[in-house]
C-alpha cells in the first residue's frame, strides 16, 4: 500500500471496527483536524455498510453532521 499527500492508511475489514474509526476521527478532531477523505475498496457495498455502522456513531460522537 502505497499513500501520499500526507495519507494515512487505515484498512478495515467487515469486521467490528467502527469504534476504533470514530477514536480515530475523535483523536484527529482533537489535534485540529476538521477533515477526512475515505476511499472504500468496492464502494457501493462498502460505502453502504459505512453508512449503516459508522455514520451513526460519528454523528453520536458529534464528528458528523
Not at 477514536?23 to 459505512?50: C, M, T, W
Amino acid at each position: 500500500m502505497t499513500t501520499g499527500g500526507g495519507a494515512s492508511p487505515r484498512a478495515a475489514g467487515r469486521h467490528p471496527v467502527q469504534q476504533p474509526a470514530v477514536e480515530q476521527r475523535a483523536a484527529l478532531k482533537a489535534a485540529g483536524i476538521d477533515g477526512v477523505q475515505s476511499n472504500f475498496y468496492d464502494f457501493a457495498p462498502d460505502f453502504d455498510h459505512f453508512a449503516q455502522t459508522t455514520l451513526p456513531l460519528l454523528k453520536q460522537a458529534g464528528l458528523r453532521l
